[in-house]
């Protein structure tokens, strides 16, 4: 049992680099194109969803409508947000290390 456990972990570990780093391209591109959907296309936000790519469908969009902006987020890994500004579009806000 010790050694599954421990397998489990040596592969998440080894994984977790490649898999953070689409989760957080995934949400970037879903916050972009769903903010850009949103507030420059006029479109409701669950339509949003039919411009992502395939493979996005652990990706959750939110928006707040208030400060022009929608925040995609893949569970417990990345979180990434797009806020629409006049004369910008829909800006991806800085990343945090």
Known sequence: MALAVAGVAALGWFFWVPLQGNAITGTSYGARVACSCRFEGGRPLNDCRKDF?????????????????????????????????????????????
């Not at 409508?65 to 987020?73: F, L, P, W, Y």
């Open 53 to 97: 790519e395939e493979g996005m469908g652990l990706i959750t969009l939110s928006e707040d409508v208030e400060a022009k902006s929608v925040t995609a987020k893949f569970p417990l890994i990345a979180s990434q947000t797009a806020t629409y500004r006049e004369g910008w579009g829909c800006v991806l806000e800085p990343w945090k290390n």
